[in-house]
């Protein structure tokens, strides 16, 4: 069907850039899936809930500074506050999910913390689901456009914006984790629960920080997400947290920089993958064909290297 | 734990669940196993919708017809079958409304009519869903699905249970298509047949827009991908180009990956068949790149949300609505008795008079067949659908009649095209 089959250089590039936008966002979330699995070895599924509830929040931040109304210095402002707001919502949410859904079954079998995880997340998606009415919100458009770049090859500002946002934000968990007394703390959790305990770390309280980190880092991907994609539904978090996953695994899961690897190695393989394949003679593969591409790799991962890109977990189990 | 479990189970618990977690050297070959059945279903998931999925085409000769007997005092039930939460809301309760007002004060041989809602999402699963659900409680007929992907999946299910069932608002060919291995003896519609809007759309976008190149998005549904075909293939019989089609699922809203497409192809016009949900978001991230290039759609996106959702965004959107001439005694009626009951117009939403027309020809129908005997009613269902398939009523919609496939013949339905303008559609001069 395609009659440009070989496309210009400068098509390339802005799907590369939509990749890598895409990418960010699975980034920022797989980063709260790695590190929950690093000092838990939970894999928190509740993590798109808590990504879609940070959405909400800055949604509802939004409409609260008048939605289409906003202009001039007034949407620097309001982006800021949609994001500590959400970043608020979220590490609130995913407190309460760690306190009521998982320390209780902290020491039960781990097949009883991921039914919890799994329950926790289809409760969520319906409680939100069910408040909206199952309908889609949508973002106002007030971010600038316009786009920077030379000649063809253009980058939009709310991409430049997405991208830069979540580097910030990886480089900021990054500094935490290595070079605080908390990020110690977390990695000395991660490294040997028991151990650390003895040593004198606070280990619920570091647990509790894994995830308000976490819920912080999805929650500004929520916001980011609404203000790209604009639609926002109860929903919203199922194939993005999948996805987010899927790329903690491709990076190596437990591993932070696997985590932000992965991410924009899915990102950039389920958009730029997809559209190499689709230029194949005689294939079709529609914008559909995304996510089978991208849980193919995931397969393609665990079977020829199960510990991921970034070959040995960082966190390892005691 | 579990006090009868014992031991052996437990274990076998906490190993699956170290399985799981990646703590074993089988981890890999579970993770395999479990991540190719995710893929299978995505796969399934993602394949077409259309017409190909149903060469087993069940039809006429699987159903039987079997006689309802309504009791003493008791109502007859008749389904509607439509979306009644969600993103379609406001296209689908309305549609429930006005059904339901065909069958206010009615009575027959003393029983009462009494409708039963039952909400299918708009989607193939919710179809069947809604289906069974409607067959469980007794009905003798269902007005609906909404929705084409709906209809597809339900018709099986209605076939077999010998209900027939009208629908005031799919309109995918595939619904009534011969090469479906059908038609289905069960199913009939009062709206209009794809058939008719893709090609008025196309000789809009060539005559009126004069555009020769366009670029195809589409719902991977019955509906959009009836559409798409109608549309393309007209508009390359026209002599224009159709540059290149891609297919989304519902609820999608990452569309940067078509935008760019777009971008990087010939285009001059985007065809969009699809509904409004996806629609909004599409064309909000295709306006962030490209204030030019021009948006043409179809019934499913010229809605209120749609301009509610894309504001600005949507100006200058073309879209068509093929709308019978809504005009006449009955009409007017049941435009007033709609307005009374629900304090909106019934203009407000597509489809009311079709819903209305639909509950109509179900209750004349069963008029003629329904048999006292005693206090109760017995409704030959074989009766009722023959007298259904020889409906010939003027309704709100016009004339009424079926042919062979189960498609309105009686009426004309000219295909209205409107631009969004200052954040309202405005009839296309």
């Given at each position: 069907?395609?009659?440009?089959?070989?496309?210009?250089?400068?098509?390339w590039?802005?799907?590369?850039?939509?990749?890598l936008?895409?990418?960010?966002?699975y980034?920022?979330?797989a980063?709260?899936?790695?590190?929950?699995?690093?000092?838990?070895?939970?894999i928190?599924?509740?993590?798109?809930e808590?990504?879609?509830l940070?959405?909400?929040?800055?949604?509802?931040?939004?409409?609260?500074?008048?939605?289409d109304?906003?202009?001039?210095?007034?949407?620097a402002?309001s982006?800021?506050?949609?994001?500590?707001?959400?970043?608020?919502?979220?590490?609130?949410?995913?407190?309460a999910?760690?306190?009521?859904?998982?320390?209780?079954?902290?020491?039960a079998?781990?097949?009883t913390?991921?039914?919890?995880?799994?329950?926790v997340s289809?409760?969520?998606?319906?409680?939100v689901?069910?408040?909206?009415?199952?309908?889609?919100?949508?973002?106002p458009?007030i971010?600038?456009?316009?786009?920077?770049?030379?000649?063809d090859?253009?980058?939009?500002?709310?991409?430049?914006?997405?991208?830069?946002?979540?580097?910030?934000?990886?480089?900021?968990?990054?500094?935490?984790?290595?070079?605080?007394?908390?990020?110690?703390?977390i990695?000395?959790?991660a490294?040997d629960?028991d151990?650390?305990?003895?040593?004198?770390?606070?280990?619920?309280?570091?647990i509790?920080?894994?995830?308000?980190?976490?819920?912080?880092m999805?929650?500004?991907?929520?916001?980011?997400?609404g203000?790209?994609?604009?639609?926002?539904?109860?929903?919203?978090?199922?194939?993005p947290?999948?996805?987010?996953?899927?790329a903690?695994?491709?990076?190596?899961i437990?591993s932070i920089p696997?985590?932000?690897?992965?991410?924009?190695?899915?990102?950039?393989?389920e958009?730029v993958?997809?559209?190499?394949?689709?230029?194949?003679?005689?294939?079709?593969?529609?914008?559909e064909?995304?996510d089978?591409?991208?849980f193919?790799?995931?397969?393609?991962?665990?079977?020829?290297?199960?510990t991921?890109?970034?070959?040995?977990?960082?966190y390892?189990?005691? | 734990m579990?006090?009868?479990?014992?031991?052996?189970?437990?274990?076998?618990?906490?190993?699956?669940?170290?399985?799981?977690?990646?703590?074993?050297?089988?981890?890999?070959?579970?993770?395999?196993i479990a991540?190719?059945?995710?893929?299978?279903?995505?796969?399934?998931?993602?394949?077409d919708?259309?017409?190909?999925?149903?060469?087993?085409?069940?039809?006429?000769?699987?159903?039987?017809?079997?006689?309802?007997?309504?009791?003493?005092?008791?109502?007859?039930?008749?389904?509607?079958?439509?979306?009644?939460a969600g993103?379609?809301e406001?296209?689908?309760?309305?549609?429930?409304q006005?059904?339901e007002l065909?069958?206010?004060?009615?009575?027959?041989?003393?029983?009462?009519?009494?409708?039963?809602?039952?909400?299918?999402?708009?989607?193939?699963?919710g179809?069947?869903?809604?289906?069974?659900?409607?067959?469980?409680?007794?009905v003798?007929?269902v007005?609906g699905?909404?929705?084409?992907?709906?209809?597809?999946?339900?018709?099986d299910?209605y076939?077999?249970a010998?209900?027939t069932?009208?629908?005031?608002?799919s309109t995918?060919?595939?619904?009534?298509?011969?090469?479906r291995?059908?038609?289905?003896?069960?199913?009939?519609?009062?709206t209009?047949?794809?058939?008719?809007?893709?090609?008025?759309?196309?000789?809009?976008?060539?005559?009126?827009?004069?555009?020769?190149?366009?670029?195809?998005?589409?719902?991977?549904?019955?509906?959009?991908?009836?559409?798409?075909?109608?549309?393309?293939?007209?508009?390359?019989d026209?002599?224009?180009?159709?540059?290149?089609?891609?297919?989304?699922?519902?609820?999608?809203?990452?569309?940067?990956?078509i935008?760019?497409?777009?971008?990087?192809?010939?285009?001059?016009?985007?065809?969009?068949?699809?509904?409004?949900?996806e629609?909004?978001?599409?064309?909000?991230?295709?306006?962030?790149?490209?204030?030019d290039?021009?948006?043409?759609?179809?019934?499913?996106?010229?809605?209120?949300?749609?301009?509610?959702?894309?504001?600005?965004?949507?100006?200058?959107?073309?879209?068509?609505?093929?709308?019978?001439?809504?005009?006449?005694?009955v009409?007017?009626d049941?435009?007033?008795?709609?307005?009374a009951?629900?304090?909106?117009?019934?203009?407000?939403?597509?489809?009311?008079?079709?819903?209305f027309?639909?509950?109509t020809?179900?209750?004349?129908?069963?008029?003629?067949?329904?048999e006292a005997?005693?206090?109760?009613?017995?409704?030959?269902l074989?009766?009722?659908?023959e007298?259904?398939?020889?409906?010939?009523?003027?309704?709100?919609?016009?004339?009424i009649?079926?042919?062979?496939?189960?498609?309105?013949?009686?009426g004309?339905?000219?295909?209205?095209?409107?631009?969004?303008?200052?954040?309202?559609?405005?009839a296309?001069?």
């Amino acid at each position: 069907m395609q009659v440009f089959f070989l496309a210009s250089a400068s098509f390339w590039f802005d799907q590369t850039v939509n990749g890598l936008t895409s990418g960010s966002i699975y980034a920022l979330l797989a980063l709260g899936y790695t590190m929950v699995y690093g000092v838990l070895q939970l894999i928190n599924f509740a993590h798109g809930e808590v990504f879609m509830l940070g959405s909400f929040a800055g949604y509802f931040v939004m409409v609260g500074f008048g939605g289409d109304e906003i202009a001039g210095p007034m949407i620097a402002v309001s982006i800021f506050c949609a994001i500590i707001v959400a970043m608020a919502a979220s590490s609130a949410a995913a407190v309460a999910i760690e306190r009521i859904a998982y320390r209780p079954v902290r020491n039960a079998p781990r097949l009883t913390a991921l039914i919890s995880a799994i329950g926790v997340s289809i409760f969520l998606q319906f409680l939100v689901l069910d408040m909206t009415s199952a309908k889609a919100k949508f973002y106002p458009a007030i971010f600038p456009e316009g786009s920077v770049g030379v000649s063809d090859y253009q980058v939009s500002y709310i991409q430049l914006f997405l991208i830069g946002a979540s580097i910030v934000m990886m480089l900021f968990l990054y500094v935490v984790v290595q070079r605080t007394s908390t990020g110690r703390a977390i990695r000395a959790v991660a490294e040997d629960k028991d151990n650390a305990a003895l040593l004198g770390v606070n280990v619920n309280r570091t647990i509790v920080i894994v995830f308000i980190l976490g819920a912080a880092m999805a929650a500004v991907g929520g916001v980011l997400w609404g203000l790209f994609f604009r639609g926002v539904r109860g929903t919203m978090g199922f194939l993005p947290g999948i996805k987010a996953f899927t790329a903690a695994v491709l990076g190596g899961i437990g591993s932070i920089p696997g985590a932000v690897a992965g991410g924009y190695f899915l990102g950039l393989a389920e958009t730029v993958g997809r559209e190499m394949l689709t230029r194949l003679p005689g294939v079709e593969f529609g914008n559909e064909w995304r996510d089978v591409i991208a849980f193919s790799l995931l397969v393609l991962v665990l079977l020829f290297r199960p510990t991921g890109i970034f070959g040995e977990r960082t966190y390892r189990r005691a | 734990m579990v006090p009868s479990l014992n031991g052996r189970q437990i274990y076998t618990m906490e190993r699956l669940g170290g399985i799981l977690l990646f703590n074993s050297q089988r981890a890999r070959w579970l993770w395999l196993i479990a991540s190719l059945a995710i893929v299978a279903m995505l796969a399934i998931a993602c394949g077409d919708d259309d017409d190909d999925d149903d060469t087993d085409g069940g039809n006429g000769d699987g159903g039987s017809f079997e006689t309802v007997t309504v009791g003493d005092g008791a109502p007859i039930k008749i389904g509607i079958s439509t979306i009644l939460a969600g993103d379609l809301e406001s296209l689908g309760v309305p549609i429930a409304q006005a059904a339901e007002l065909a069958g206010e004060g009615v009575e027959i041989e003393g029983h009462a009519i009494e409708f039963i809602r039952r909400d299918d999402q708009c989607t193939p699963e919710g179809g069947a869903s809604a289906a069974s659900q409607l067959i469980e409680e007794g009905v003798v007929a269902v007005v609906g699905p909404i929705c084409s992907g709906g209809v597809i999946a339900a018709q099986d299910l209605y076939e077999a249970a010998g209900i027939t069932h009208v629908s005031p608002s799919s309109t995918a060919i595939a619904a009534t298509a011969p090469d479906r291995g059908t038609p289905y003896g069960t199913f009939f519609r009062v709206t209009y047949n794809d058939g008719i809007q893709g090609p008025a759309q196309a000789e809009f976008a060539l005559n009126e827009l004069k555009v020769t190149n366009a670029y195809i998005v589409y719902d991977t549904d019955a509906y959009g991908s009836g559409l798409r075909d109608a549309f393309g293939d007209a508009f390359e019989d026209g002599g224009g180009t159709i540059s290149g089609k891609e297919g989304y699922e519902k609820k999608e809203t990452n569309f940067q990956s078509i935008v760019t497409n777009i971008q990087g192809s010939d285009a001059e016009l985007v065809y969009f068949a699809g509904f409004y949900a996806e629609a909004t978001p599409f064309l909000q991230q295709l306006r962030q790149v490209d204030k030019d290039i021009l948006f043409l759609s179809g019934d499913g996106v010229r809605d209120d949300e749609f301009l509610a959702g894309a504001g600005a965004d949507a100006e200058g959107a073309y879209l068509s609505l093929p709308s019978p001439v809504l005009q006449g005694a009955v009409y007017d009626d049941f435009a007033s008795r709609f307005q009374a009951a629900t304090g909106e117009a019934a203009s407000d939403s597509p489809f009311t008079a079709e819903a209305f027309d639909a509950a109509t020809v179900i209750i004349k129908a069963l008029m003629e067949v329904a048999e006292a005997d005693g206090g109760e009613l017995k409704i030959d269902l074989g009766a009722l659908n023959e007298a259904i398939a020889n409906t010939k009523i003027d309704g709100a919609v016009g004339a009424i009649s079926f042919d062979e496939k189960g498609d309105n013949s009686g009426g004309e339905t000219p295909v209205t095209l409107f631009v969004v303008k200052d954040g309202e559609f405005v009839a296309y001069e």
